[in-house]
């Protein structure tokens, strides 16, 4: 998502400056907790690397508690186009998975993708046998029935900033967790924003705030965790240059999150 990304973070700075066993009984229901630091295992799923950058303090912060945090990716990102001398296609790709490895180390999660679904592909005719929907549907069950986490994390239905790949993972994640009973389900929390109002530029990028009162679940973050948050970003190289990868954490900090990762729950 690198251009929304470069685009919000240079505005912000300017203003400013993620187990339980799976068929638990269902007469004992195991919803996974609310609070991502009181989790033992926390899958998020994303559409590409740096999404992860949304939401990275509280995903740092959690890894500090003691939580494993397993980031799962649907694309590699391979159609950037970011600000690389890169074409987009497996070179991209190859380079972009390599930055995610970087900004997994930077925060303490695990990386992994999903593999062969091609980037901006996930709204092409979803219902079609075979399509990049489905594909993502069936690798997306077999990586949670490997990990079983407590609590999983996707972007809400706006994608934050409309993005149709995000859109689609929200929809897809939500879709396949709500079908579970209770003692199976774990907790599926959307990152939103609640420190409005956006500055009017980033309103015009899609970027959708959501009203204070959703915000069930809001996880603070220290220096430690926004140092880390800063660490991942630089390792978006292909996607921003130097100067951005600077100021994005410090801005989202200070003009978004002020402290605390702001999520709430989809059921």
């Known amino acids: 998502m690198g251009k929304a990304w470069g685009a919000a973070a240079t505005l912000l700075a300017g203003m400013a400056v993620w187990t339980g066993t799976a068929g638990a009984q269902e007469d004992r229901p195991r919803p996974g907790p609310r609070d991502p630091l009181e989790a033992r295992s926390i899958l ?35 159609a950037g186009p970011g600000v690389s001398e890169f074409e987009p296609g497996e070179a991209l790709g190859r380079v972009r998975r390599q930055e995610a490895r970087c900004a997994g180390d930077a925060l303490g999660a695990e990386i992994r ?62 879709e396949a967790l709500q079908t579970l009973p209770a003692g199976d389900r774990p907790a599926l929390l959307y990152p939103i924003i609640v420190n409005a109002p956006l500055p009017a530029p980033l309103i015009e990028q899609g970027w959708s705030p959501a009203a204070s009162d959703l915000a069930s679940v809001r996880v603070a973050y220290d220096e430690a965790d926004l140092a880390a948050a800063d660490a991942a970003a630089r390792c978006h190289a292909t996607q921003f240059d130097e100067a951005t990868r600077a100021m994005i954490a410090p801005g989202f900090h200070a003009a978004v999150w002020k402290g605390e990762v702001s999520f709430r729950n989809a059921f």
Request: charged share 20%; aromatic share 8%.
């Open 44 to 78: 998020v799923v994303l559409a590409h690397p740096d999404d992860e950058l949304v939401v990275a303090p509280a995903l740092a912060a959690a890894v500090r508690e003691g939580v494993r945090v397993r980031i799962l990716y649907a694309t590699s990102g391979d």
């Open 113 to 174: 993708f999903l593999g062969g679904i091609a980037d901006g592909t996930l709204t092409e005719r979803p219902r079609a046998e075979g399509s990049p929907a489905r594909r993502f549907m069936d690798l997306f069950t077999s990586a949670f029935l490997e990990t079983v986490p407590d609590t999983v994390i996707t972007w809400g239905p706006e994608g934050g900033y409309g993005h149709g790949d995000h859109r689609m993972v929200s929809a897809l994640v939500t």
